[in-house]
């Protein structure tokens, strides 16, 4: 037993840590206003304090803490996508989530067992070799893997010999994991408020004022407060809080949804993800299964789930493991994805010469918290946009200078 | 034994024993017993350990409120005893035990309680060394997680699935549906009545008084138009009235034009020290174990008083032989209730239970300070209307201050009725059901008689609250059985920040084990609303979330089959050894085995087209038809090529682009005649090409209609040197020779009697000649070529050859050799985009891209040294100052040539012809290629324009 549940124990009365301070009243000014409290923006609160001593930091929040897509989403971290700029950014994700225990002081539970996507055909295949040469070059963990490879790796998979989803191989990127996402945000969120940060919940923005092409100040419904700068970093919400400001970003958004299964004893150790089956499975270590798959076919702003999904969702995993027929599902829910057109996100830089997008982070946003966050700090802390994030501007849609992703999202997020 | 006589146990037939096993115990149950009632009749009181702390659970509710009665049967995990029937020869077993139930090693972490406070594990487990986490505790605590243990030799029935429509849907068949599914159905609507139990009339069916029910019971089972569904549960609500009804094995997917949920209340257990130990159930387990089942749930009785229900829970135990040692009264109770237990002589305490004690079984508790000696204790601290149904259609639960809950906010065609409401007296309940049956009838526009208004409850049934007090020292006083949870750990969670009821949820677990808060919603609410000085009504409870039971994956899967597509060929192919793969959902030849090894057959059949002929089925290409008289029209919008100046007879290769540009396919295109078009697109991207076209046509209103005829049309490729030949030995009414059917012309034929539409085209750089015809008449056309074949050495040839082929020739295949970024330019299509159409789809962009010039060009490459597929192959980086330029997209070992060629994407400025690239091979290593023209094979074309 670690000491510190000793410690813990021996006590008469329980410690309180205080992780979550209460929300204080609004002030008139702030030196950073960051529309969202959910995993990025409390990151970036994070890194604003602890790296660039600014303390004078409101993260906005209408709901709870991270009630958004940081509660809703299925926790993958990973690094094996398709151009070398993505490469580089998400690897540099996966090894802050490395550190982020250390740092915060708060264990995240960052578990990396390894992803192992499933290729049905040929032309998976073909695309797997692309990921894994591309992320070898970049310095991550991804190699093509054969039909008994993925048998060792994951037992009891359905590998459908002879049939039209037959396993022929699959890509392996022993990087991949998961972490639990409330705690990412919580141990940002105390972190920050350690160093001053204020969180305020149930704070709604209802306006951006801006002139001379800034903007000068965020409406709440508690009340209006300057901002020498501002981030828009609220997840399914930012192409509305982009027009609030008078920018259109270019973000679609379409419900993403996902289930989870009573507790099992474990199982499945690695994540696994069919593309042609659109389904992801990983086990929790509470023994739960959460399943996933593909964001529903229409634009919508509805996080109310669909039997559909569910029943699809529910036929790729039992395809994949059949075995698991008499699991019951639990709960299932959605949440909205913004997407952009390449499927990468739009970090940096906006019209507004302090307003900075934190946005179009779609069904991938989760795996890149903390470099998000740290990078975005970068940027208001020193006006200047970091070279890793530069491909991820907003105006490569002006210059048709895409950050392609689209095969490497579909399914596994 | 604990059974009682006749006339107890109204499921269960005496006349059929059966027999099951617990925990490698013989026991016996009788038919109509569920798992639980087997248990508790065999006196098998203890039947988990429970999530976190493994303490010894037994049954509560036996409606699924809560996880205790989650077991193992055989290789099914989780399955819940209190509503599973027991069937015979069934093997039970405790679940996540270490040991055995009665002796679980893992039950010295109750012991360590102490040390292991809420949301311990956020603050600890993160040393000695900076993986610890992944190397040393999170497999030993995975090792902990999980209840039941799936077999990966498990199997299961599949699902199956029903279609239902319905103007009324009535879920739950107590007395107020009973009552609204009459009213709905006698009125003329087709009702559906759906109940989870065996049987109609809910709580009623292990009540002592039956208010004549039967009456309703026997109309509702003659009523024609009334649909009964017993033993169904209702698990969801979904957009419009769609909603999930699972029997067994069979999910009804049901559109209601109307919903009345009629599901009652749930029973809530009282908070105190020890409050989980066997023994301790819930008040109306006690009545159902008693009156369903005939089991005498022990020999000495504490009943926890909760309103007047509390009669019917005294009685069931005096008539089972139970001694009534105390009812305890938190609130104080009707008069009416009172006398009738004065009358009993039965001592009624005021006060609340404070604690329990007992090994493995209650052996007491503890009221006032005072010991009361007891084995069974009924506790129902009191109501919660269940929630679940109607929040998921969009109402809102709201909780008054003193424990009071109705809901607002209703969709307008979702309505609820009875015990739900509020309402308990019996002519209430009914009325309420009347009533929300009349609404409906009224909105479904079906005759409707006099207005009923909505009588508001007699009593507010909610308010009757045994409310949990504050936290005991000693803890072990549980809100949430399932998650082993605390009232301390709720305060706690408070205190550490967590003040709004979803943070409480996501910070402790609360509600988030197998029965989502049925049991601990109220009572976690109101620990909350005290913690945070907030009112009851501002803390609220969860975001209620389908399913509302567990739910089985088989049960939604169905027959999960896979969509797949044969061609009209099939059977041939297999006949011929065709070793058939994959592609989308096609199954097509990948290569004929002849009994030489793979690559071998594969090579000879590359040097077959070459040398003599082949014969391809591409009869998994898009086939679309465009007609009408804006069709020229439309495919110069729809494609960067131009259509509309087409003449008749002519072929054209057709490139289309998305808006951004990129080249999204390619095909060819013949005009049949003045207004119809026959438009070829690839497999992969046929459903996405029609779909576009839809759309476009939809938008621009031009008169034309697109068909779809790729599942409908079958096509063969005849290529090589002998194509000719092999036709002209065929019955025809056309002529095969170049002048009267150059290259690039299309002509409508009959072949072998067969209608055709032929095309001189091909993608094998040789003479060749594609012909489409009806799917029906494809093995009758593939017959005729096959007997004319072997006169002239004609060797059918599959995908991979077809890839070495095109490949040879430099021919690229849309979406390998592209990507979502490619532009025609890229490609060296630069050539086929229009430069005199004003519009076409991706104009605008491709011009755009145009103005900031190329990054990459897709070229070929040839390399000095043969090299095999560990060294070199798709995917491969081409590298550039130590940056990646682009990928290798194609990559063979040529037969006809001897050597390796590739396609790759190289940086702009080396892709002239005898430029040097670097390539990254499969192993690291550097390799060089030279760029070579795009056709490694006949650049001049002299083969296939013959």
Same mark, same amino acid.
């Given at each position: 037993?670690?000491?510190?549940?000793?410690?813990?124990?021996?006590?008469?009365?329980?410690?309180?840590?205080?992780?979550?301070?209460?929300?204080?009243?609004?002030?008139?000014?702030?030196?950073?206003?960051?529309?969202?409290?959910?995993?990025?923006?409390?990151?970036?609160?994070?890194?604003?304090?602890?790296?660039?001593?600014?303390?004078?930091?409101?993260?906005?929040?209408?709901?709870?803490?991270?009630?958004?897509?940081?509660?809703?989403?299925?926790?993958?971290?990973?690094?094996?996508?398709?151009?070398?700029?993505?490469?580089?950014?998400?690897?540099?994700?996966?090894?802050?989530?490395?550190?982020?225990?250390?740092?915060?002081?708060?264990?995240?539970?960052?578990?990396?067992?390894?992803?192992?996507?499933?290729?049905?055909?040929?032309?998976?295949?073909?695309?797997?070799?692309?990921?894994?040469?591309?992320?070898?070059?970049?310095?991550?963990?991804?190699?093509?893997?054969?039909?008994?490879?993925?048998?060792?790796?994951?037992?009891?998979?359905?590998?459908?010999?002879?049939?039209?989803?037959?396993?022929?191989?699959?890509?392996?990127?022993?990087?991949?994991?998961?972490?639990?996402?409330?705690?990412?945000?919580?141990?940002?969120?105390?972190?920050?408020?350690?160093?001053?940060?204020?969180?305020?919940?149930?704070?709604?923005?209802?306006?951006?004022?801006?002139?001379?092409?800034?903007?000068?100040?965020?409406?709440?419904?508690?009340?209006?407060?300057?901002?020498?700068?501002?981030?828009?970093?609220?997840?399914?919400?930012?192409?509305?809080?982009?027009?609030?400001?008078?920018?259109?970003?270019?973000?679609?958004?379409?419900?993403?949804?996902?289930?989870?299964?009573?507790?099992?004893?474990?199982?499945?150790?690695?994540?696994?993800?069919?593309?042609?089956?659109?389904?992801?499975?990983?086990?929790?270590?509470?023994?739960?299964?959460?399943?996933?798959?593909?964001?529903?076919?229409?634009?919508?702003?509805?996080?109310?789930?669909?039997?559909?999904?569910?029943?699809?969702?529910?036929?790729?995993?039992?395809?994949?493991?059949?075995?698991?027929?008499?699991?019951?599902?639990?709960?299932?829910?959605?949440?909205?994805?913004?997407?952009?057109?390449?499927?990468?996100?739009?970090?940096?830089?906006?019209?507004?010469?302090?307003?900075?997008?934190?946005?179009?982070?779609?069904?991938?946003?989760?795996?890149?918290?903390?470099?998000?966050?740290?990078?975005?700090?970068?940027?208001?802390?020193?006006?200047?946009?970091?070279?890793?994030?530069?491909?991820?501007?907003?105006?490569?849609?002006?210059?048709?200078?895409?950050?392609?992703?689209?095969?490497?999202?579909?399914?596994?997020? | 034994?604990?059974?009682?006589?006749?006339?107890?146990?109204?499921?269960?037939?005496?006349?059929?024993?059966?027999?099951?096993?617990?925990?490698?115990?013989?026991?016996?149950?009788?038919?109509?017993?569920?798992?639980?009632?087997?248990?508790?009749?065999?006196?098998?009181?203890?039947?988990?350990?429970?999530?976190?702390?493994?303490?010894?659970?037994?049954?509560?509710?036996?409606?699924?409120?809560?996880?205790?009665?989650?077991?193992?049967?055989?290789?099914?995990?989780?399955?819940?005893?209190?509503?599973?029937?027991?069937?015979?020869?069934?093997?039970?077993?405790?679940?996540?035990?270490?040991?055995?139930?009665?002796?679980? /090693?893992?039950?010295?972490?109750?012991?360590?309680?102490?040390?292991?406070?809420?949301?311990?594990?956020?603050?600890?487990?993160?040393?000695?060394?900076?993986?610890?986490?992944?190397?040393?505790?999170?497999?030993?605590?995975?090792?902990?997680?999980?209840?039941?243990?799936?077999?990966?030799?498990?199997?299961?029935?599949?699902?199956?699935?029903?279609?239902?429509?319905?103007?009324?849907?009535?879920?739950?068949?107590?007395?107020?549906?009973?009552?609204?599914?009459?009213?709905?159905?006698?009125?003329?609507?087709?009702?559906?009545?759906?109940?989870?139990?065996?049987?109609?009339?809910?709580?009623?069916?292990?009540?002592?008084?039956?208010?004549?029910?039967?009456?309703?019971?026997?109309?509702?089972?003659?009523?024609?138009?009334?649909?009964?569904?017993?033993?169904?549960?209702?698990?969801?609500?979904?957009?419009?009235?769609?909603?999930?009804?699972?029997?067994?094995?069979?999910?009804?997917?049901?559109?209601?034009?109307?919903?009345?949920?009629?599901?009652?209340?749930?029973?809530?257990?009282?908070?105190?020290?020890?409050?989980?130990?066997?023994?301790?159930?819930?008040?109306?387990?006690?009545?159902?174990?008693?009156?369903?089942?005939?089991?005498?749930?022990?020999?000495?009785?504490?009943?926890?008083?909760?309103?007047?229900?509390?009669?019917?829970?005294?009685?069931?135990?005096?008539?089972?032989?139970?001694?009534?040692?105390?009812?305890?009264?938190?609130?104080?109770?009707?008069?009416?209730?009172?006398?009738?237990?004065?009358?009993?002589?039965?001592?009624?305490?005021?006060?609340?239970?404070?604690?329990? /004690?007992?090994?493995?079984?209650?052996?007491?508790?503890?009221?006032?300070?005072?010991?009361?000696?007891?084995?069974?204790?009924?506790?129902?601290?009191?109501?919660?209307?269940?929630?679940?149904?109607?929040?998921?259609?969009?109402?809102?639960?709201?909780?008054?201050?003193?424990?009071?809950?109705?809901?607002?906010?209703?969709?307008?065609?979702?309505?609820?009725?009875?015990?739900?409401?509020?309402?308990?007296?019996?002519?209430?309940?009914?009325?309420?059901?009347?009533?929300?049956?009349?609404?409906?009838?009224?909105?479904?526009?079906?005759?409707?008689?006099?207005?009923?208004?909505?009588?508001?409850?007699?009593?507010?049934?909610? /308010?009757?609250?045994?409310?949990?007090?504050?936290?005991?020292?000693?803890?072990?006083?549980?809100?949430?059985?399932?998650?082993?949870?605390?009232?301390?750990?709720?305060?706690?969670?408070?205190?550490?920040?967590?003040?709004?009821?979803?943070?409480?949820?996501?910070?402790?677990?609360?509600?988030?084990?197998?029965?989502?808060?049925?049991?601990?919603?109220?009572?976690?609410?109101?620990?909350?609303?005290?913690?945070?000085?907030?009112?009851?009504?501002?803390?609220?409870?969860?975001?209620?979330?389908?399913?509302?039971?567990?739910?089985?994956?088989?049960?939604?899967?169905?027959?999960?089959?896979?969509?797949?597509?044969?061609?009209?060929?099939?059977?041939?192919?297999?006949?011929?050894?065709?070793?058939?793969?994959?592609?989308?959902?096609?199954?097509?030849?990948?290569?004929?085995?002849?009994?030489?090894?793979?690559?071998?057959?594969?090579?000879?059949?590359?040097?077959?087209?070459?040398?003599?002929?082949?014969?391809?089925?591409?009869?998994?290409?898009?086939?679309?038809?465009?007609?009408?008289?804006?069709?020229?029209?439309?495919?110069?919008?729809?494609?960067?090529?131009?259509?509309?100046?087409?003449?008749?007879?002519?072929?054209?290769?057709?490139?289309?682009?998305?808006?951004?540009?990129?080249?999204?396919?390619?095909?060819?295109?013949?005009?049949?005649?003045?207004?119809?078009?026959?438009?070829?697109?690839?497999?992969?991207?046929?459903?996405?090409?029609?779909?576009?076209?839809?759309?476009?046509?939809?938008?621009?209103?031009?008169?034309?209609?697109?068909?779809?005829?790729?599942?409908?049309?079958?096509?063969?490729?005849?290529?090589?040197?002998?194509?000719?030949?092999?036709?002209?030995?065929?019955?025809?009414?056309?002529?095969?020779?170049?002048?009267?059917?150059?290259?690039?012309?299309?002509?409508?034929?009959?072949?072998?009697?067969?209608?055709?539409?032929?095309?001189?085209?091909?993608?094998?750089?040789?003479?060749?000649?594609?012909?489409?015809?009806?799917?029906?008449?494809?093995?009758?056309?593939?017959?005729?070529?096959?007997?004319?074949?072997?006169?002239?050495?004609?060797?059918?040839?599959?995908?991979?050859?077809?890839?070495?082929?095109?490949?040879?020739?430099?021919?690229?295949?849309?979406?390998?050799?592209?990507?979502?970024?490619?532009?025609?330019?890229?490609?060296?299509?630069?050539?086929?985009?229009?430069?005199?159409?004003?519009?076409?789809?991706?104009?605008?962009?491709?011009?755009?891209?145009?103005?900031?010039?190329?990054?990459?060009?897709?070229?070929?490459?040839?390399?000095?040294?043969?090299?095999?597929?560990?060294?070199?192959?798709?995917?491969?980086?081409?590298?550039?100052?130590?940056?990646?330029?682009?990928?290798?997209?194609?990559?063979?070992?040529?037969?006809?040539?001897?050597?390796?060629?590739?396609?790759?994407?190289?940086?702009?400025?080396?892709?002239?012809?005898?430029?040097?690239?670097?390539?990254?091979?499969?192993?690291?290593?550097?390799?060089?290629?030279?760029?070579?023209?795009?056709?490694?094979?006949?650049?001049?074309?002299?083969?296939?324009?013959?």
């Amino acid at each position: 037993m670690p000491l510190s549940l000793l410690k813990y124990g021996l006590r008469r009365t329980y410690p309180v840590t205080g992780d979550i301070a209460a929300t204080p009243d609004l002030k008139p000014h702030y030196d950073v206003g960051i529309i969202g409290g959910g995993g990025h923006g409390l990151a970036c609160a994070h890194y604003l304090s602890s790296r660039h001593g600014i303390g004078s930091v409101a993260v906005l929040e209408k709901g709870y803490l991270a009630g958004g897509n940081t509660a809703r989403n299925t926790t993958t971290i990973r690094s094996n996508y398709i151009t070398p700029q993505s490469i580089a950014f998400y690897k540099e994700g996966v090894e802050l989530y490395g550190e982020m225990a250390q740092e915060l002081d708060f264990n995240v539970m960052f578990s990396q067992r390894g992803q192992l996507t499933l290729a049905h055909n040929d032309s998976t295949m073909r695309s797997f070799h692309l990921r894994a040469e591309t992320g070898k070059f970049a310095g991550i963990r991804a190699e093509v893997v054969d039909a008994g490879d993925v048998r060792r790796l994951c037992p009891g998979l359905n590998m459908d010999e002879g049939g039209s989803l037959e396993i022929v191989g699959g890509l392996w990127h022993a990087d991949g994991g998961t972490a639990r996402h409330d705690a990412v945000a919580w141990g940002y969120a105390a972190q920050a408020a350690r160093r001053g940060v204020e969180i305020h919940q149930r704070t709604e923005v209802l306006a951006i004022e801006t002139a001379g092409g800034k903007a000068t100040a965020v409406v709440t419904n508690r009340g209006r407060i300057a901002c020498g700068q501002v981030l828009i970093a609220c997840g399914g919400m930012n192409y509305d809080m982009g027009l609030k400001a008078g920018i259109e970003i270019p973000i679609r958004c379409y419900p993403l949804q996902a289930m989870v299964t009573q507790p099992v004893k474990p199982w499945l150790h690695t994540l696994v993800s069919s593309v042609s089956l659109h389904t992801y499975l990983v086990q929790s270590s509470r023994g739960e299964v959460v399943i996933g798959g593909g964001s529903d076919p229409y634009q919508l702003y509805a996080t109310r789930s669909t039997l559909d999904m569910k029943e699809q969702l529910a036929a790729g995993a039992v395809h994949l493991f059949p075995f698991i027929g008499n699991l019951k599902i639990l709960r299932q829910w959605a949440g909205i994805t913004d997407m952009t057109p390449d499927y990468s996100p739009i970090m940096g830089a906006s019209p507004l010469s302090n307003l900075w997008l934190d946005c179009g982070w779609g069904t991938w946003g989760f795996k890149a918290t903390p470099v998000a966050g740290k990078r975005l700090a970068e940027c208001i802390a020193t006006g200047r946009v970091p070279d890793i994030i530069k491909p991820f501007a907003l105006d490569r849609f002006a210059s048709f200078s895409l950050v392609n992703e689209m095969g490497a999202t579909a399914a596994s997020h | 034994m604990n059974r009682l006589p006749p006339p107890f146990g109204s499921r269960i037939d005496r006349a059929q024993r059966l027999h099951f096993s617990f925990e490698g115990r013989k026991l016996e149950g009788f038919a109509g017993d569920t798992i639980a009632s087997a248990l508790a009749a065999s006196g098998e009181w203890q039947v988990s350990r429970s999530f976190k702390y493994h303490r010894p659970r037994g049954l509560h509710s036996l409606t699924g409120s809560d996880a205790n009665a989650l077991v193992q049967v055989g290789d099914e995990p989780n399955v819940d005893a209190g509503l599973t029937p027991l069937r015979d020869g069934m093997v039970v077993s405790a679940q996540n035990v270490n040991g055995s139930l009665a002796h679980d /090693r893992d039950s010295v972490i109750d012991k360590l309680g102490r040390f292991l406070p809420v949301g311990f594990y956020y603050r600890t487990f993160m040393g000695p060394t900076h993986n610890a986490w992944l190397k040393l505790w999170e497999p030993l605590i995975r090792r902990k997680a999980g209840l039941g243990r799936l077999h990966m030799t498990a199997s299961h029935p599949h699902g199956d699935t029903v279609h239902l429509h319905c103007d009324v849907l009535v879920v739950g068949c107590g007395p107020a549906g009973l009552a609204a599914g009459i009213e709905a159905a006698r009125s003329g609507a087709d009702v559906i009545l759906c109940e989870a139990e065996p049987e109609l009339s809910g709580s009623l069916t292990f009540a002592a008084e039956q208010h004549g029910l039967a009456s309703l019971v026997a109309e509702a089972q003659s009523l024609p138009g009334l649909r009964l569904m017993t033993g169904t549960v209702c698990n969801g609500w979904f957009e419009d009235n769609w909603l999930p009804l699972i029997r067994g094995n069979t999910l009804h997917r049901v559109r209601a034009r109307r919903v009345i949920f009629a599901t009652g209340v749930l029973e809530q257990p009282a908070v105190f020290r020890n409050n989980d130990l066997p023994g301790l159930m819930a008040a109306g387990t006690v009545r159902r174990l008693v009156r369903h089942y005939g089991v005498k749930t022990g020999t000495t009785a504490v009943v926890l008083a909760a309103g007047d229900e509390t009669l019917d829970t005294v009685r069931a135990l005096q008539e089972a032989g139970v001694q009534i040692a105390a009812v305890v009264a938190p609130q104080p109770l009707s008069a009416t209730c009172m006398d009738e237990l004065r009358r009993e002589g039965l001592p009624v305490i005021d006060g609340r239970i404070e604690e329990a /004690r007992g090994n493995k079984r209650l052996s007491a508790l503890r009221v006032g300070g005072r010991w009361i000696d007891c084995d069974v204790a009924a506790i129902t601290a009191g109501y919660m209307p269940s929630w679940q149904l109607p929040c998921q259609a969009g109402a809102r639960l709201v909780c008054g201050d003193d424990g009071e809950m109705s809901f607002t906010g209703f969709p307008p065609d979702v309505d609820i009725a009875g015990g739900i409401t509020g309402h308990s007296a019996h002519e209430a309940v009914l009325a309420d059901g009347r009533r929300a049956a009349q609404a409906a009838l009224r909105a479904l526009g079906l005759a409707a008689r006099e207005e009923i208004s909505r009588p508001s409850p007699a009593s507010k049934p909610f /308010r009757f609250w045994d409310a949990p007090g504050e936290p005991d020292p000693r803890g072990r006083d549980f809100v949430d059985f399932d998650e082993d949870l605390q009232v301390k750990d709720l305060v706690h969670a408070v205190q550490e920040g967590y003040r709004e009821i979803e943070l409480v949820k996501r910070f402790t677990t609360v509600g988030m084990g197998p029965s989502q808060g049925r049991h601990s919603a109220k009572a976690a609410a109101l620990i909350v609303a005290r913690s945070t000085a907030r009112r009851l009504s501002q803390t609220g409870v969860t975001t209620a979330r389908p399913p509302a039971g567990p739910e089985k994956l088989s049960v939604l899967a169905g027959h999960h089959t896979v969509t797949e597509r044969r061609t009209a060929l099939h059977a041939a192919h297999v006949q011929l050894g065709a070793e058939m793969r994959p592609v989308g959902n096609w199954w097509r030849p990948y290569v004929y085995r002849t009994g030489a090894p793979r690559e071998e057959a594969i090579a000879a059949e590359v040097k077959a087209v070459r040398e003599g002929v082949g014969l391809l089925d591409v009869s998994t290409l898009g086939k679309l038809e465009v007609r009408g008289p804006d069709a020229g029209a439309f495919l110069d919008r729809m494609y960067a090529t131009n259509h509309g100046n087409q003449s008749i007879g002519r072929v054209r290769y057709a490139l289309m682009l998305n808006e951004m540009g990129s080249v999204m396919d390619d095909g060819v295109v013949l005009r049949l005649t003045e207004d119809t078009f026959y438009v070829t697109a690839t497999t992969g991207a046929v459903a996405r090409v029609y779909a576009d076209m839809s759309f476009w046509n939809a938008q621009w209103r031009m008169n034309v209609d697109v068909l779809n005829l790729t599942g409908a049309f079958c096509g063969l490729n005849l290529t090589g040197p002998k194509a000719r030949a092999v036709l002209s030995g065929l019955s025809s009414d056309i002529s095969f020779e170049p002048e009267a059917f150059p290259y690039l012309q299309g002509k409508s034929a009959t072949i072998a009697g067969v209608p055709v539409r032929a095309m001189r085209i091909g993608f094998t750089g040789e003479l060749s000649y594609e012909l489409h015809c009806a799917g029906s008449q494809a093995m009758t056309l593939y017959k005729a070529i096959a007997q004319a074949g072997p006169a002239h050495d004609l060797k059918p040839y599959g995908l991979e050859a077809s890839r070495i082929l095109r490949l040879e020739k430099g021919h690229i295949l849309i979406g390998q050799d592209t990507d979502a970024m490619s532009t025609p330019d890229e490609l060296g299509f630069g050539w086929a985009v229009s430069k005199r159409k004003a519009f076409f789809v991706g104009k605008r962009s491709l011009e755009a891209r145009r103005r900031t010039g190329l990054q990459r060009k897709l070229a070929g490459l040839t390399f000095a040294a043969s090299l095999g597929p560990n060294d070199m192959g798709e995917g491969c980086l081409v590298l550039r100052n130590g940056e990646v330029a682009g990928h290798v997209t194609s990559f063979a070992t040529s037969p006809t040539l001897g050597k390796p060629i590739a396609l790759a994407h190289v940086h702009t400025d080396d892709a002239k012809p005898g430029a040097t690239v670097s390539l990254r091979a499969r192993n690291g290593a550097t390799i060089a290629a030279t760029v070579a023209g795009h056709a490694f094979f006949d650049p001049q074309n002299l083969r296939q324009e013959i």
